[in-house]
């Protein structure tokens, strides 16, 4: 039984083809599952093991050092706020505690409906705009108590339609058409160096430069 | 009242009449289209490149100079030099992780002119022979990724990336990788583990270097976006106009990221070495001045691993040498300024406690040591600080970097400038970063701590009053 669908599973194998070793797609694929289910399951984990070639433990081992993944379901919401300095300094906080009050929860709590979950984040690049936060990793900035109520009321009523559930990113993916590509190129494959270098011989010859 | 009178499609760039070398495009809505960035020289450099020898290709970029825009301001040139000869292939990796406190810029880069520093990379591997190329962006950055897989895209369906490139025999790839959430895989050695599907934790260096052991354990190029972004540019118009800008020793220009309590925050392309920290504060060009009747009381010059600056610094130069000898660094160009409404305490404890939440774990005096900061700190600014907590700080930070940390000169104490970088007793600057915002307040804001630790509003010195003592009735 696969884990992933039919097309995650095409996706899967198309993101190791990529790479010179299949461990290299390991948090290519845990961002796929994340994207299928809103979050990592151990069939998940399971799944990537088989097809990196590596263990389910390796895999845990991995992911759980990057704060994106989450190995428990978590809000279809993810609102993290920035706190860092710049965003600190224009208030920052206090739109964290104000979501929070809002919500009801906790910074890294989720609602009991499974809607929203807060996190209080670092910084998100953003810090020209701030305060800022992301919902699910889009941006809004320059946000007000103001904004943030009604962003909330938004997505309660299904009026945030440019948000996709968490677990999305980038909606679109790199496909290297068959024939396009260079080919990837592992260690073992190219001890001789790539052709072009050969231009180098000839200016040198020409009395050109090394 | 702060202002924002960006473009609106590049929140927070300030097109201004500075040098536009990399954000020549960003004022097109449409900056991130093939259509646009062949109509605007696009991938004319990547041509002119291919029309000279590798070898001649790189010369032009050590002549140039280009500083790598990514923190350290180590020259593209000369790190693209100690890869060892024959041992191939070569990679190039791209650090697109941003994800420094304060800056803002790659991020722009990478969403609003993908198509430049896909040129950028392609130049690179055409000079060096490097074999494939993995452009690994942040992971919550998806306009970036969407924007860098549309390119990619369009640019292997004209022939621009993979296979034969614009018809000749030089043939590269482009991987598109992305992040997971982890500051520390910016630093260059925990990137390549990341790409490896590691954890992303350092690895120990010297001896070994990128160039030298990288990825997969072959020579590997790790640059900067920005830094990438600046090569159509310089291909196109060679490294005697790109010198024109800038100083001799920090040629060019760079982008910086202003945030804080300015009049109009944002992001500006400015002349590296010319323009004054003055300038970019209070300038009509740039930032017009701190926010409506206050006054500046610090600033952090190039993102929140650097030493902070003070009211007597603003005349330097954003030069990196003048910089790191005045106690800090460029670093990033992300500069964070504070008016006197800011409690340094409670800055330095916000910085501080991202270095503790960032670091991966490995070395011990930053684990145990960023944690140890933060407590203390914590401690303080909750009023329950301890007369004996300020030398602490300032132990467990010099265990973690040993000797004088670089800093500031005070004039009104009588100190003087710690040049940077500062000692590590640590794999990588993560740890050491975090004793920039302790000593760079601790030196110049004694008092606010001592005031914080001796006023304890609320340990209560007493319970009850003594049997003895008169009792007052209200």
Known sequence: MSYFTADNLEIAHETISRYPRKKSALIALLHLAQEQDGWVTDDAMRQIAELTETTPAEVKGTGSFYEMFKFHPVGSYMINVCTNLSCQLLGGEELLAHAEESLGIKAGGTTADGMFTIEDVECIAACTEAPCLQVNYRYKLRVTTDDLDQLIDDIRNGRATDIPEHGTLGLVRQHIPAGAGAGIVAPEDATERPVWLARNDVATADGGEA | ?474
């Open chain 2, 1 to 474: 009242m702060p202002t924002h009178d960006y473009v609106a499609h590049a929140p927070g760039y300030v097109d201004n009449d500075g040098p536009k070398i990399v954000t020549s495009r960003l004022v097109h809505e449409d900056s991130h289209t093939l259509e646009r960035y062949e109509a605007t020289n696009g991938y004319d450099g990547l041509r002119r490149a291919l029309d000279r020898t590798p070898a001649d290709v790189h010369e032009e970029v050590r002549n140039a100079v280009v500083l790598g825009r990514g923190g350290a301001g180590f020259p593209a040139g000369v790190k693209w030099g100690f890869m060892p000869p024959g041992k191939f292939p070569y990679y190039l990796v791209v650090n697109g992780d941003e994800s420094e406190p304060g800056t803002y810029k790659d991020r722009l880069l990478m969403e609003r002119d993908p198509h430049q520093l896909i040129e950028g990379c392609l130049i690179t591997c055409y000079a060096l022979g490097l074999s494939q190329c993995f452009l690994y962006v942040r992971g919550e950055m998806p306009a970036a990724q969407e924007n860098i897989a549309q390119a990619l895209n369009d640019a292997y369906a004209k022939g621009y990336v993979g296979k034969n490139i614009m018809g000749t025999e030089f043939s590269v790839d482009i991987t598109l990788t992305w992040g997971a959430g982890a500051y520390i895989v910016g630093e260059e050695t925990a990137l390549i583990e990341s790409l490896e599907g590691n954890r992303g934790m350092p690895r120990l260096k010297p001896p070994f270097f990128p160039a030298a052991i990288g990825l997969y354990g072959q020579p590997t190029i790790v640059n900067n976006v920005e830094t990438l972004s600046n090569l159509p540019w310089l291909m196109l118009n060679g490294s005697e106009q790109y010198k024109a800008y800038g100083s001799e020793a920090s040629p060019g220009s760079r982008m910086v990221a202003v945030s804080g309590h300015v009049n109009r925050p944002g992001v500006y392309e400015i002349e590296q070495g010319v323009t004054t920290f003055r300038d970019l504060f209070y300038g009509d060009n740039f930032c017009r001045g701190i926010r409506d009747g206050h006054e500046l009381k610090m600033f952090v010059p190039g993102g929140g691993s650097a030493p902070w600056f003070f009211p007597e610094q603003l005349d330097l130069q954003l030069e990196g040498r003048a910089v790191g000898a005045e106690g800090s660094m460029l670093g990033s160009g992300a500069i964070m300024v504070m008016d006197e409404t800011t409690d340094s305490v409670k800055a330095a404890l916000r910085l501080v406690r991202f270095y503790a939440r960032e670091s991966c774990g490995k070395c011990t005096p930053c684990r145990e040591g960023t944690t140890w900061e933060e407590r203390i700190l914590q401690r303080i600014v909750d009023g329950e600080g301890r007369p004996s907590d300020i030398d602490k700080l300032l132990d467990i930070a010099d265990n973690i970097s040993p000797g004088p940390y670089p800093v500031a000169a005070d004039p009104a104490q009588g100190l003087e400038a710690v040049p940077f970088p500062p000692k590590q007793t640590t794999i990588c600057p993560l740890g050491p970063s975090s004793v920039a915002p302790i000593t760079s307040t601790i030196r110049r804001f004694r008092h606010e701590y001592e005031a914080k630790i001796t006023k304890r509003d609320s340990i209560p010195v007493m319970s009850a009053p003594m049997a003895s003592d008169p009792v007052e009735v209200s």
